[in-house]
């Protein structure tokens, strides 16, 4: 079935949960031109077969993936994924929410590139993943015990280094409250 | 032969040498025969996304346009256009006509940069004179452009600081003209032709379009394979819908191919920076609510330290925005809570998919081509580390 069938972009995700039961993508919206939808997280290997084999949607490349820290919300996670079918020029973005104990499906058996995208989540935001081949830290070291990009993680983090004059030894100290504003600087109030 | 008996592991070198940064390869070698290579980044990760989330967009271009040092104005360009979609504003026309000249500047730059590379990586150190002296040459271009190095937050939003000087478009098409096509001609005579330089990189890392497109490749290394995808048609930004120019490609997928359309799109940028100083038009080169300069009412004088002190407020929202940037899609996913400081600011390297896709080009290829492939493909670490 040629794609141009679907002129708009809510026909064209009502196709796509039309081959899903109701549940299992609870909402579709357009977000700045680019249609989105929000799967479960139990759902989320169905769908992405889905989109990459099924002829009208063809989303054959998996552009990015990342993650959003919401500390305020239970479900505090919001995983990312952007699709792209570059045959019909299309963009998909594909949205699920997780907890830090819940693990999310691995999506490397589908898009292969997704290996470093999930290792990176992993190690920025303490989100696991199921079924990823080799969890190792990407960006960071080994020894790195907290996650950098979560929200409540200070931009200046959370320990400096010192100097300690009675041991002679370089020690890490906690910081102080002060300096874990943003930016070390003093703000305005921002807006609400 | 498994594993255990026959095959080592090797580090094969830190690599600065190829100008891309540093990184660590590490791979398991069955005599000459490589099986495996073990990216290892995050030596230049300095944690940008993370400060962009303390920074107004205005502070925050002076850390992106450090995302990437190689190809000046790619990753600002698409940070800019992401704040701008969130706010919902379209740029004066001329600025938009100096946003894609500059775009196509960083492009021959870069693309230079990368030929010499891979040359120098193949023997032939003798292209590293010619790119490093036209290198000088666009930086002193730049400089009477932008005021500065390329590296000074020229492409803002709204659109560009300041207007050009009088006179920068003839200098602009005689230094095309006069002094980079010589150059392009003298390094074609050097490679194109060249024996050894063919038989380094002809038939080596070969990947088929398929394959490149499911590993998340974009740009020159996509079109090297057959697939025709350049954003700057597909989904046009800027004025690069009103420009008549089509990227070549090539469907062999090696490194010479990969070679081959780099110095294509040079001389198709060549074009496209004639073609965009023809149809420039005159007019404002930024909006007046983002124009920051000296002002003799206190009205303005304070709407200006407001724009300093505080940034631009960006609407709630989120938004992803990508450019063609000469490594690749280069893509920048920015989420508003309705504060001045984003809330989270992701960007899509166009280098992180290609990196991790090492492996699978270097399957069974000797010893000795890996740092070859590795420089055709362009890598640069400090925008896949961020």
Not at chain 1, 117 to 130: D, K, L, T
Not at chain 1, 136 to 147: C, G, N, S, V
Not at chain 2, 241 to 254: K, V
Request: glycine share 6%.
């Amino acid at each position: 079935m040629p794609a141009f069938v679907y002129k708009t972009q809510e026909e064209y995700g009502q196709f796509i949960r039309l081959h899903f039961a109701r549940q299992d993508i609870p909402e579709q919206t357009i977000v700045s031109g680019i249609l989105t939808l929000k799967v479960l997280r139990a759902a989320l290997p169905r769908v992405m077969q889905f989109l990459r084999d099924d002829p009208v949607c063809r989303f054959t490349q998996l552009t990015d993936m990342t993650c959003v820290h919401y500390p305020d919300q239970q479900d505090c996670f919001c995983l990312i994924y952007h699709l792209l079918s570059p045959m019909l020029g299309r963009r998909l973005r594909i949205k699920l929410t997780t907890q830090e104990d819940v693990p999310v499906s691995s999506v490397t058996a589908i898009f292969a590139n997704a290996d470093w995208y999930e290792r990176e989540i992993r190690e920025m935001f303490g989100v696991s993943f199921e079924g990823h081949p080799d969890l190792r830290r990407l960006l960071t070291y080994e020894e790195t015990a907290f996650f950098p990009l979560r929200r409540t993680y200070p931009v200046q983090g959370s320990k400096r280094l010192i100097y300690d004059e009675a041991t002679g030894q370089c020690v890490y100290v906690p910081r102080l409250s002060e300096e874990n504003r943003p930016s070390g600087v003093k703000l305005e109030p921002e807006k609400p | 032969m498994t594993m255990f008996e026959d095959s080592y592991f090797i580090n094969i070198a830190p690599m600065p040498a190829a100008g891309m940064g540093m990184c660590r390869f590490v791979g398991r070698l069955d005599g000459e025969t490589v099986q495996q290579v073990d990216a290892h980044i995050g030596f230049s990760h300095r944690g940008i996304e993370k400060c962009m989330e303390s920074v107004t967009p205005l502070q925050g271009l002076v850390y992106v346009e450090k995302l990437n040092r190689s190809a000046p104005f790619s990753c600002t360009h698409a940070f800019v256009l992401a704040v701008e979609k969130l706010l919902g504003v379209s740029v004066p026309e001329r600025a938009s006509h100096i946003r894609v000249i500059l775009a196509e500047t960083g492009r021959i730059l870069s693309h230079l940069r990368a030929t010499a590379n891979l040359a120098a990586e193949t023997g032939t150190n003798s292209v590293y004179p010619l790119t490093n002296k036209m290198a000088e040459r666009i930086y002193a271009l730049l400089d009477e452009i932008c005021g500065a190095d390329p590296f000074c937050t020229f492409i803002r939003p709204g659109g560009v600081k300041k207007d050009l000087a009088p006179r920068t478009e003839e200098i602009l098409s005689a230094w095309l003209s006069k002094e980079l096509l010589p150059v392009m001609r003298e390094i074609e005579d050097l490679l194109t032709e060249n024996r050894i330089f063919k038989s380094r990189t002809v038939d080596i890392g070969k990947i088929d379009a398929p394959l490149a497109e499911a590993l998340g490749f974009s740009g020159v290394n996509l079109r090297a394979c057959g697939a025709k995808w350049d954003l700057r048609t597909a989904e046009p930004y800027e004025v690069y819908g009103n420009l008549s120019f089509e990227a070549p490609i090539r469907t062999e997928g090696d490194c010479y191919s990969r070679y081959l359309l780099r110095i294509f799109e040079i001389y198709q940028s060549m074009q496209i920076i004639r073609e965009a100083l023809e149809k420039m038009p005159q007019g404002e080169v930024i909006l007046p609510d983002f124009e920051i300069k000296e002002t003799e009412t206190l009205t303005l004088l304070s709407r200006h330290f407001e724009l300093y002190e505080k940034g631009i407020s960006l609407p709630a929202g989120e938004v992803y925005a990508a450019v063609e940037s000469p490594l690749g899609e280069f893509g920048v996913f920015l989420i508003s809570d309705g504060s001045a400081r984003p809330y989270r600011c992701h960007f899509r390297s166009a280098g992180f998919p290609v990196m991790q896709a090492l492996d699978a080009l270097t399957a069974q290829c000797d010893l000795a081509d890996v740092r070859v492939i590795a420089a055709s493909l362009n890598l640069i670490t400090t925008e896949i580390d961020r």
